[in-house]
């Protein structure tokens, strides 16, 4: 699979970009705060329908701008696909494939899967366990709808009990049957869901460790692993929690609870580790991200890079070079503020290199 183009229409510091990309490496180098970033985050856009770097829509509208749409064609088992993400401000966003609009934006989910690595962004090692949760819900969700699907509903029916407690708090009156509803549903989506992440991490644990070994010059073991109220009697722990849940006026067992601690040598690297563990974990994170989708999937992922020359040390940049000399990667994406040291790095490698030159939110193709 591969992005063949992309057009962009007042996204971010984009006004219009229309690029034609290579199938194999699409450099892209302009100054700081030039729109690398923002170009790597259209791409990601038209693959997960949000962008990766601002949680609201609202900031990827270019400014005083009220409509944006990116836009691209994608060779995917020799059938060209056209894929489209717009919106209109205050509207509800609008996702095509083929022309043909999706009932909901997340049915596009995984059809063109994307990896994103931004060794800038520690969040899912050094943030809380939300930022942890929607790591892996991102990866899981790009390979099983179901999933996605359940994850979605069992939100609603989280936020509809919250919403109970606060009017049963309100009017100082509780309607038990009605509750015991919702934390039936709670129980039965959130099993769903905590199954599915339980079995996930199984078979992600040993790919992670894998290749943080061959990130990390040094012997030290990693692991994963996986907390859930699910792993007790999660009704006995919902009865108990009642009384507390009324007082919060908010749900406080369940799978939006659960934990993934990385550990080094039975530590959490969060705390104890330096920041080159850190970083060499978050490498390993989505290289594993990356196989276990490719696994699942039979399609290599997109791959964007995101300033890797400049966060990461020599060391592991030729860890990463090794693999995409290797062909373990499809079509890459790479930003660097400076040329000349991706000129050089990918001098060496045997494969089609295409360079943009970044300036103010315009592109433009070097030869
Ligand atoms: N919604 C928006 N509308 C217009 N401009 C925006 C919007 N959001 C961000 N920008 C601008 O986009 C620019 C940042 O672009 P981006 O993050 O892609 O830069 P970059 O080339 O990756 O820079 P760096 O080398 O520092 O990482 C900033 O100038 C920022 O003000
Ligand atoms: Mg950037």
């Known amino acids: 699979m591969h992005l ?15 690029v034609q990309f290579s199938e194999q490496v699409n450099c ?6 030039s729109g690398k970033t923002n170009l790597l985050d259209a791409i990601y856009y038209l693959s997960i329908t949000k962008s990766a770097f601002t949680p609201q829509d609202n900031q990827c509208f270019q400014h005083d701008q009220s409509v944006f749409s990116v836009k691209g064609e994608f060779l995917l088992e020799d059938k060209k696909r056209q894929v489209l993400c717009g919106m209109q401000l205050g509207k509800k966003k609008l996702v095509k494939l083929d022309d043909k609009p999706y009932r909901k934006a997340s049915e596009h989910i995984g059809k063109f899967p994307v990896v994103l690595i931004a060794p800038n962004d520690t969040d899912v090692i050094r943030g809380s366990s939300e930022d942890r949760r929607k790591f892996f819900d991102a990866i899981i969700s790009q390979t099983d709808q179901t999933y996605l699907q359940n994850l979605i509903t069992y939100n609603h ?5 919250n919403s109970l407690l606060k009017q049963f708090a309100e009017k100082e009156y509780v309607d038990k049957d009605l509750l015991q ?9 959130g099993t ?3 199954k599915v992440r339980k079995q996930f991490i199984k078979r992600f644990q040993p790919l992670v460790s894998t290749h943080y070994a061959n990130l990390s ?8 692993e996986y907390e859930s109220h699910f792993d007790l009697d999660v009704k006995q722990l919902i009865q108990e929690s ?3 849940d009324l007082i919060l006026k908010r749900t406080s067992i369940g799978v939006h609870k659960d934990e993934f601690h990385f550990l080094m040598d039975k530590r959490l690297i969060r705390k104890f580790g330096s920041q080159g563990q850190q970083k060499s974990y978050l490498i390993a994170l989505k290289l594993a991200q990356f196989d276990f989708i490719e696994k699942e999937k039979g399609i290599k992922p997109l791959l964007l890079l995101d300033d890797v020359f400049d966060k990461l040390d020599d060391f592991r940049i030729t860890k990463l070079m090794e693999m995409v000399a290797s062909d373990a990667f499809g079509q890459i994406f790479v930003t660097d503020a400076r040329p000349e040291r991706t000129l050089s790095i990918f001098e060496d490698i045997d494969h089609e290199v295409k360079f943009f030159e970044v300036k ?3 592109l433009k193709a070097l030869e």
């Open 4 to 18: 063949e183009n992309l057009r962009i229409n007042h996204f971010k510091n984009y006004k219009q970009a229309d």
């Open 217 to 224: 010059e040094k012997s030290e073991k990693v692991n994963l």
């Open 242 to 244: 009642r009384q507390k």
């Open 192 to 194: 769903k869901v905590y």
């Open 28 to 33: 892209f180098v302009g100054k700081n705060g």
């Open 157 to 161: 029916v989280l936020k509809q009990r």
């Open 181 to 189: 509803q919702y934390d039936d549903q709670v129980i039965e989506l």
């Open 360 to 362: 103010d939110g315009n």
